[in-house]
């Protein structure tokens, strides 16, 4: 598929991968600068206080450039890694997504932007959370697409469950993603805690389920296995790390700064929670590599029903 490399690994793939992780470490950042509460560090955007110039790095200020730098630095990768793409013998959906790449980088640059400029309104900085987790959906699709030994034609086994494997990986997916917006909207106070709690509550169950319905009706596809393990574990201990970081921000909710305990664990929360939506659209990746489509499996009996009779 793309230059040459052993066990699927080649200097593309490598390339892609540092972007996702990249971006990783970008929305780490992110938190960061959301539970210091040091959106408004820096009160201007595209400068730093008037100037091209890295201020110094004290209180939330540290917090805000550390971001913006790394934001920069995922900018040039993303623009690099188009490039790339561009260039070599990917697949055409593998090109146009490192286009759309680029432009939600930029995107998500002016949202930033936005979000400083006036004063951190919800709407946007729910809508600037989002559309990282979604950037980094976006690079870790690439980091897998770019494998010398991705296949979307592998041997396909029967969707004989109901509801659907494949319809099941959708709405779990998707779930992830609408979890992840409301996750956004509490951290910013559009609404309280429930809708989030209970989103939590609709994403376990389904991931619950997408487990049971591999191991119970798919055990013998080995590539499914793996990925539902993951999916659960991630899913388990994102939802301990909701009610701990609540608990704790509860109890510190007189304090007159953000408390180094709160800040570890909501920003670990927010990391394991951008791992959620990977290991969620890997699953669904996984899924349609090795579960065919229900219509191809009527057009498969219609044409074996016409070669009988």
């Given at each position: 598929m793309n230059d040459n490399g052993e066990n699927g690994v080649s200097w593309l793939h490598r390339f892609a991968a540092l972007v996702a992780c990249a971006t990783f470490g970008l929305i780490i950042a992110g938190a960061l600068?959301?539970?210091?509460?040091?959106?408004?560090?820096?009160?201007?955007w595209p400068t730093d206080f008037g100037k091209f110039q890295i201020p110094p790095m004290v209180g939330g200020i540290k917090f805000e450039i550390t971001h913006r730098l790394i934001a920069g630095t995922v900018a040039l990768l993303t623009i690099a890694l188009a490039l790339w793409l561009w260039r070599s013998k990917s697949p055409r959906y593998v090109k146009i997504l490192g286009g759309?790449?680029?432009l939600a980088v930029i995107a998500q640059a002016v949202l930033g932007g936005i979000g400083v400029l006036f004063y951190l309104p919800h709407l946007v900085t729910i809508g600037h959370a989002t559309?990282?987790?979604i950037f980094f959906s976006i690079a870790v699709s690439l980091a897998l697409f770019t494998r010398t030994d991705w296949r979307w034609d592998e041997p396909k086994v029967p969707d004989i469950t109901s509801p659907s494997l494949?319809?099941?990986?959708?709405?779990?997916t998707a779930a992830v993603l609408v979890q992840v917006i409301m996750g956004a909207a509490f951290r910013y106070n559009s609404f309280g805690i429930a809708p989030h709690f209970l989103g939590g509550v609709v994403v376990m169950l389904s991931v619950l389920w997408l487990f049971e319905m591999v191991f119970n009706k798919y055990s013998d596809v080995q590539g499914l296995k793996i990925p539902a393990v993951l999916l659960v574990e991630v899913v388990v201990l994102q939802?301990?790390?909701?009610?701990?970081?609540?608990?704790?921000k509860l109890d510190a909710a007189g304090a007159a700064q953000p408390l180094p305990g709160v800040v570890i664990i909501t920003t670990t929360h927010v990391a394991v929670g951008a791992l959620v939506v990977a290991s969620s659209?890997?699953?669904t990746y996984q899924v349609f590599k090795y579960v065919a489509p229900r219509r191809a499996e009527h057009a498969v009996a219609a044409d074996a029903g016409k070669v009988t009779a």
């Open positions: 600068v959301t539970s210091n509460e040091a959106g408004l560090s820096v009160p201007d759309i790449a680029v559309l990282a987790q494949r319809g099941l990986a959708l709405f779990t939802f301990f790390l909701g009610i701990v970081a609540y608990a704790m659209l890997f699953m």
